[in-house]
């Protein structure tokens, strides 16, 4: 089971704010979206490009590289040039509390 990891506070959150977290082996990037949280693995599928440095658009982040799109909800590639999904992880909130489940990988 992996390890939940805590962010922050649901207020230090902005909508639309572009938040990164680096594991060991990952970088998540999270996003607020109305009340929800998401977040993804920071680094396209088609050819690592920095998706947090991408534009959002509901729950679509676009690649700055070559304009991928893919759904913060589920990681899901959805336009090319990208055709696998990228990582998403799971996200909770508690007592205005946001937390991040770590990658298997890097659980002990
Ligand atoms: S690196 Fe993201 S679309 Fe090419």
């Known amino acids: 089971?992996?390890?939940?990891?805590?962010?922050?506070?649901?207020?230090?959150?902005?909508e639309g704010q572009t938040v990164v977290h680096d594991f060991e082996y990952e970088t998540a990037v999270i996003w607020r979206v109305g009340e929800k949280f998401y977040a993804i693995e920071d680094r396209c599928?088609?050819?690592d490009g920095p998706l947090a440095e991408g534009?959002?658009?509901?729950c679509?982040?676009?690649c700055p590289?070559?304009?991928a799109r893919f759904d913060i909800r589920t990681g899901?590639?959805?336009t090319m040039p990208a055709i696998e999904d990228v990582n998403a992880?799971?996200?909770?909130?508690?007592?205005?509390?946001?937390?991040?489940?770590?990658?298997?990988?890097?659980?002990?």
């Open 1 to 14: 089971m992996s390890d939940w990891v805590k962010l922050g506070q649901v207020a230090d959150f902005e």
């Open 45 to 47: 599928s088609h050819d």
């Open 55 to 58: 534009e959002l658009e509901g």
């Open 60 to 62: 679509q982040i676009i």
């Open 65 to 67: 590289r070559h304009g």
């Open 76 to 78: 899901e590639a959805l």
């Open 89 to 108: 992880y799971a996200l909770k909130v508690e007592e205005g509390i946001v937390w991040i489940q770590a990658p298997e990988e890097e659980a002990w």
